[in-house]
């Protein structure tokens, strides 16, 4: 979930210019006649509405179009109707009115967005995702998710991990099949990471290595990709296929891909079950 102001504009190419030129924000989304600018968690939007009176939107976003739908049920008495698809914004979405009369809006958005997760969202809502839609990684976002996955960090920062990025078909079944239906999901996805740690460039493998796949399952979930942790690949024949040298340690292979499932949330302890404070 997230949100983001929408502000009227007279001309919404010189606003975009503005700010991406003088105050450095980013086009997080062009809509046509509005425009999203992201500055760090900051997502503003402009838009031009000529001859219509229009006062701005505080809008709240939602994952899926059932999240708009339960946030419709309860706010049904301020709303100004059913939510409904939008397809020119390519949105599903209801308005709404607060106390003072400032105009709300609830939605979704029915295509890949650009990352806008908060830290406490990335961490709160990463999942392992076992069922992937069929679409294609781009090279252009693998790339950005490499890029952020750089930054784990690693034993006297020696970085000695490699990704290893698999799309041959033939290669993510046979790596699914080695553990049955532990490994299963990896065919599922259009493509598999497998991160490996080299003992002639690091002291810690199995850390350097388990830190790099978990880097790299964030930088996945940020970006609106799934992962699976899939343990137990650590072997051989796995290792050869890939092409890898036997001495290194690979951490995981992990499918990679656009979800096509919302898992149940596992629950997770409570805190203090698993805290100890020596003071
Ligand atoms: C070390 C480790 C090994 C795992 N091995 C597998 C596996 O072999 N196959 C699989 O489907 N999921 C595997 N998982 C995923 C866990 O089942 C999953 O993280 C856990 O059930 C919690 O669910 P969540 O990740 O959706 O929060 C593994 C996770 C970890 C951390």
Not at 52 to 58: A, N, V
Request: proline share 6%.
């Amino acid at each position: 979930m997230s949100g983001l102001i929408f502000l009227p504009t007279s001309d919404l190419r010189a606003a975009i210019a503005f700010y991406q030129s003088k105050l450095g924000m980013d086009l997080w989304l062009d809509q046509g006649d509005c425009a999203v600018m992201q500055h760090g968690n900051l997502l503003l939007g402009f838009c031009e509405r000529p001859g219509e009176p229009f006062e701005g939107i505080i809008t709240l976003f939602y994952e899926t179009w059932e999240e708009v739908d339960a946030t419709y049920l309860t706010l049904e008495d301020l709303a100004e109707g059913p939510p409904e698809e939008n397809e020119a914004y390519r949105i599903y979405h209801f308005f709404a009115r607060d106390p003072e009369g400032r105009r709300l809006e609830f939605q979704a958005f029915l295509h890949e967005l650009r990352p806008y997760l908060s830290g406490r969202d990335l961490l709160e809502t990463r999942r392992s995702i076992r069922k992937f839609k069929g679409e294609a990684v781009p090279e252009e976002l693998l790339w950005q998710i490499i890029e952020l996955s750089r930054w784990a960090p690693s034993s006297r920062n020696s970085q000695g991990v490699t990704y290893t990025m698999i799309r041959e078909r033939d290669t993510i079944d046979y790596i699914a099949s080695v553990r049955g239906s532990s490994s299963a999901p990896i065919a599922a996805a259009p493509m598999a990471v497998a991160v490996s740690a080299d003992p002639e460039i690091t002291g810690r493998l199995g850390e350097d290595a388990c830190i790099a796949a978990y880097h790299l399952t964030l930088a996945a979930r940020l970006h609106g990709l799934g992962t699976c942790w899939i343990a137990g690949l650590d072997r051989d024949e796995v290792k050869q296929r890939l092409g890898l040298p036997v001495e290194h340690y690979l951490a995981t292979v992990t499918p990679l891909g656009y979800p096509a499932e919302r898992p149940t949330i596992k629950p997770r302890k409570p805190a203090e079950s698993f805290v100890r404070f020596l003071d």
